[in-house]
Structure formats: structure tokens, C-alpha cells
């Protein structure tokens, strides 16, 4: 179980000395290593690295979603018009794989004003990066298999190339093996109650997949059997959620249906409804990755910003 972090951590956290650490280099380095890693893969797998977008009309409502605990989200106005701080490319991501290359990942920065309430659990954020992706024609399956690859690879190197980093950092990381076991939310809800996704990453050795979990308008679900086919990847030890993606919906009806469902403007995803009215939307899958929680587990830290140079920590503006 990890434990939370206490203030007095969090405080030295925020100051710009810790940059002097040789821990705060470690963890850098082998970040860097990590994302060399993950980017050849998909680079090698004909994947087009697409740069992000952060200033948009349309953005991910993250809603509904049990997960999230949003305190604010950023509307600015530019040339005259009202536009969002980026809380995921999920719509940018379909319209892309839709028209352009079929195969895309985005290094995303994400803003979500996380509630003050999560500073110190340790995996919370307000700014974050996604390694983000979506493939057309995809299947559930088709991710599984790409993602499990792309974190083994990346531990499997760590592991034979930074040696002297992980001894610094105390982390003894273990390799994983793959597949990793794949639960449904109600199985794992039924056994542990509400904080399922605590329990399982506690008790768990390897990371594990978690499917059909009800969400937000875009991740497929099936109307007649009602089952979402979404999934989480939860890593173990106590470090949580590190991954969220999904089939996705591409019928104009289906998705009219679900914006009417979660109360949500038809106006914010004009241009995903014109596609799939004229039936150009194509079904996808796609997933992100969380890159700081991802990093945070390799080095074995007890909070996430421990990951970052500037941490971006709910509740906590620091100077730079
Ligand atoms: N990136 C996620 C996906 O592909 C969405 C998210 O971050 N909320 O499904």
C-alpha cells in the first residue's frame, strides 16, 4: 500500500534545489531512456508522431468518468472566440485517423485542475504528459498487445542499461510478464468493493488489465449487452491507474444518443458528429499513457512529482 505523501515532503518537493539531486537527474535520465524506447517502437511500427495541440474548441469532457475529480477547467478567449485548455486529444485523435495517416501517437500535454483534496496522494496532477495514441480499425486486443510490448520493452531496457540509476533511486524493478491478466470492473467491484482499483494494484505482482468500465461518450459500448469494450491498465504495488483507452464509437446515432446521456453540447464535437454523419468517422482504438506515472513506478517514488522538474502538483503554484 502506498502511503500518502505528508506536507513537509511536498513542500521540499516544489523547491527548484531538488533540480541539484542526483536523484531528480536519475529519474531524468531514465525517463529519457523510456520515452527513446517507447517512440522506436511505434516509429519502427509505421506510427506518424504527430506534435500536440493545447488551445482547442473541442477537448475530452472527462465526464462521466468515476476517476476524475476536475475543481476547475480553463476557458480563455482568443481572437474573439471561446477555446479550452487541453484536457485529452481523444477528439483531435479520431478526426486525425480518420482523414490522415491510420496510425498516430501524440507526446500530450494534458491540463485537468485536479481537486486540491488529491495533493498528496502521490499519482494526481495538474499537468501532465500522455503518450497518446489511436490506430484505425483497431481492436481492444490489438492494444493490449501493443502496450504490454511498449512497457516491457521499456523496463527490459532500464533494467539492462541503467544499473547505476536504479541503485541510486533504491529500485529494485521487476521485469513483467505478458499477457497481463485481464478483469472486468463489476468482477473486481463485487470482490473489493469501491476501491477496487487500490486493492488489485496492491495485491498485484505485473500489471493488469481492467475492461467495461462506463464512461465517457467516445469508448464503444454495446447497447444490447450494455458492455463497454474500454480498459484501464493498473500498474502494481500500490501505484494505480496508468493507462485509459478504448474501441471507439463511430455511428452518428449511437453517439447523439450518448451526448444526450451525459448532458453534453453538441456544438463542443461538431466536427467528430459532421464525420460520422457522412459516415467518414472510422472505428478506432487508442489508448495514453500517462508518462509521469509511468516514470514514477519505474523509479519507485512515493509522489509523482517527484517526476517532474517543475512540479505540477494539485493545490500548489509554484514559482516557475
Ligand atoms: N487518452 C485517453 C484515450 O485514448 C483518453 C483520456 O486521456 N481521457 O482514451
Given amino acids: 500500500m502506498k502511503s500518502q505523501t505528508s506536507l513537509y515532503e511536498i513542500s521540499s518537493l516544489t523547491s527548484v534545489m531538488r533540480i541539484r539531486d542526483s536523484k531528480t537527474s536519475a529519474v531524468l535520465k531514465i525517463q529519457s531512456r523510456v520515452l527513446k524506447t517507447m517512440t522506436d517502437i511505434l516509429l519502427a511500427k509505421g506510427f506518424q508522431w504527430v506534435l500536440p495541440v493545447i488551445l482547442a474548441k473541442s477537448t475530452d469532457p472527462l465526464w462521466p468518468d468515476p476517476g476524475y475529480s476536475i475543481e476547475d477547467r480553463i476557458e480563455v478567449e482568443i481572437y474573439g472566440t471561446r477555446v479550452k485548455t487541453m484536457q485529452s486529444m481523444i477528439v483531435h485523435k479520431r478526426i486525425l485517423v480518420s482523414l490522415g495517416p491510420e496510425k498516430i501517437f501524440i507526446l500530450s500535454p494534458n491540463i485537468r485542475i485536479e481537486s486540491r483534496k488529491r495533493m498528496t496522494t502521490g499519482k494526481h496532477l495538474y499537468e501532465f504528459t500522455q503518450l497518446d495514441l489511436e490506430v484505425a480499425y483497431a481492436k481492444m486486443k490489438d492494444m493490449f498487445t501493443l502496450f504490454e510490448e511498449l512497457v516491457k520493452e521499456s523496463i527490459e531496457d532500464v533494467r539492462r542499461e541503467m544499473h547505476p540509476e536504479l541503485e541510486l533511486l533504491s529500485r529494485d524493478l521487476r521485469i513483467p510478464t505478458v499477457p497481463f491478466k485481464v478483469y472486468k470492473r463489476a468482477e473486481l467491484e463485487k470482490e473489493y468493493g469501491e ?86 468517422l472510422k472505428p478506432s482504438a487508442g489508448a495514453g499513457i500517462g508518462v509521469e506515472r509511468f516514470i514514477r513506478y519505474i523509479c519507485g517514488l512515493k509522489h509523482i512529482g517527484e517526476v517532474q522538474p517543475f512540479p505540477r502538483i494539485p493545490g500548489l503554484v509554484p514559482e516557475l
Fill in 195 to 280: 476501491d477496487w482499483e487500490e486493492e488489485i494494484s496492491n495485491i498485484s505482482k505485473d500489471p493488469v488489465w481492467v475492461t467495461d468500465i462506463p464512461r465517457q461518450f467516445y469508448d464503444f459500448q454495446d447497447f444490447e449487452t450494455g458492455e463497454w469494450r474500454n480498459y484501464d491498465l493498473i500498474l502494481p504495488e500500490g501505484y494505480g491507474e496508468v493507462l485509459s483507452g478504448a474501441e471507439r464509437e463511430y455511428e452518428y446515432e449511437k453517439i447523439l444518443k450518448k451526448l444526450e446521456r451525459d448532458g453534453l453540447r453538441r456544438d463542443d464535437y461538431k466536427l467528430l458528429l459532421d464525420l460520422a454523419e457522412k459516415k467518414l
